[in-house]
């Protein structure tokens, strides 16, 4: 299982660009995707953000599963709006009691533009910076210091949990712990019951092994080296000329 | 004596749950000294390990780190000199990346940024592990993240290094990597090392001393060639004898063969089998 920055090549040119000058670019875009009146601009992102992930050379099938979500929820939300609120209608179907809305659809186009645009941004992004380098940005963004530890625990022993619950799952389907809905529920009940001890388990030697390395509660990072002039003129640029799309 | 480092004097230690692990253990460690603590699963060798790195503290007796009481001493003056490397590398392994990890320690000692580069290149070296700085933990193979756990302490500077089970689950190439890796730090970087296993193949080959461990106690110690001198001991403990010495054991005793002293490695086994067949061929 491979997250996003595992697909980090670091030969493209966005790798090769400090992360906080990314993250503020990212962050101005986010904000005017989300603040945007139209379906124009956020579409706009959501198509330049989806060149640079093929550009970046992510392969087709990687970049389907991380949009299937989003445009299922983009989708899902359009015909919602499109179907259950408004008031001018277009047409309906009174056999399946469905009634397409005008003002429905506008509203749900923008809301699904939103999503997909505020989602490509952030895909984009994971694919152009390695997670350690995202969460130095974090830390030099002033994010709480709790939150920033916790994104590193969650990165490093997701997988070790996953590899777990994968264990005691085949184990006990070996030995048909799955044959049935009810032995299935039981099964699932002690697998979760298992991984929960064995979280508490190994929260307690992860402790004693950061102890030892002389962790008195604080996490250290590395601190980030100055921003260079370059990359500020380059965000700053980048982030006046999306503003004046988005004002357009 | 001047050059002891770490000095266990009759050690107990009770869980919780009235498992009683140690019983009156006592052991002096000189710098510079491979130890290998040999016993079988249960034996407490753990245990021990976890006492002498001030892991648990509420054991009897005393265990003195450079003269002075491991209990009037606190974590950061223990884990300057001291490091234990935990038998599964999950446990002690928990920054996304492999740089991250071995940076831990040497951020928490206050060094600036460069020192730590210097300090994280140096150390991945010792361990073989160069080039895979930016490499996820998980993505790394299980001997790779046993090394890594090593490359973590070794980056504090450690003069000691305990080390639980460090080939268990490893591959026989990978179990001699891992003994050379030790043999190298103790020889030339002058880490004291002390290793709890119960590959008893291996230890011949590199250790300076051996303690048997058997429920909590230390039933023999000395140089590997004294411990396993006595097979019968060794089944007693559910140990057996390395495979070399189990064969000139079996030529001795039920072949009759006349050997001196008992091999603990295939060239001393060589030397021993042609000494004893020119010996009988010149009695011939």
Known sequence: ?248 | MDDVMLSVKNISYKYADGTHALFGISLDVKKGEFIGLLGANGSGKTTLLRVMDGLMRNFEGSVLLDGIDIKDLSPKQIYKKVGLVFQNPDDQLFAPTLFEDVAFGPLNMGLDADDVKQRVTSALREVELSGLERKSVHNLSFGQRKRACIAGLLAMGHEMLLLDEPTAGLDPMGEYRMMRLLQKLNRDNGVTIIMATHSVDLVPVFLDRLYILSKGKFTRGGTPEEVFNAPEDMANIKLRLPQMAELIYRLKHEDKMDFQRVPLTIGEARREIIKTLEASAGKG
């Open chain 1, 1 to 248: 299982m491979k997250i996003f920055s595992e697909h980090f090549t670091g030969e493209h040119i966005l790798a090769k660009i400090d992360v906080r000058a990314k993250l503020i670019v990212v962050i101005a875009l986010l904000v005017m995707v989300l603040s945007c009146k139209g379906i124009l601009f956020p579409l706009l992102i959501a198509a330049s953000c989806f060149l640079l992930c093929v550009k970046m050379r992510i392969p087709a099938r990687v970049l389907l599963l991380r949009y299937s979500q989003p445009l299922f929820f983009a989708l899902m939300i359009l015909l919602l709006k499109f179907f259950f609120t408004g008031k001018d209608v277009i047409f309906s179907i009174p056999l399946l009691t469905l009634t397409g809305h005008k003002d429905g659809l506008i509203e749900g186009l923008i809301i699904a533009s939103r999503i997909l645009g505020g989602v490509s941004l952030l895909i984009a992004f994971g694919f152009a910076t390695p997670f350690t380098e995202l969460l130095s940005g974090l830390s030099w963004l002033r994010m709480p210091k709790q939150f920033v530890e916790i994104m590193m625990f969650a990165y490093r022993y997701i997988f070790v949990f996953l590899e777990d619950g994968m264990t005691i799952y085949n184990a006990q389907k070996n030995r048909l712990g799955y044959a049935g809905v009810r032995k299935g529920m039981r099964s699932f009940g002690t697998l979760a019951g298992s991984l929960v001890i064995r979280g508490f388990d190994q929260s307690q030697k992860t402790s004693e092994a950061m102890i030892q390395r002389g962790y008195t509660g604080d996490m250290p990072v590395l601190k980030c080296s100055p921003l260079r002039f370059g990359e500020i003129a380059i965000a700053v640029v980048l982030i006046i000329f999306a503003g004046a799309i988005w004002m357009m």
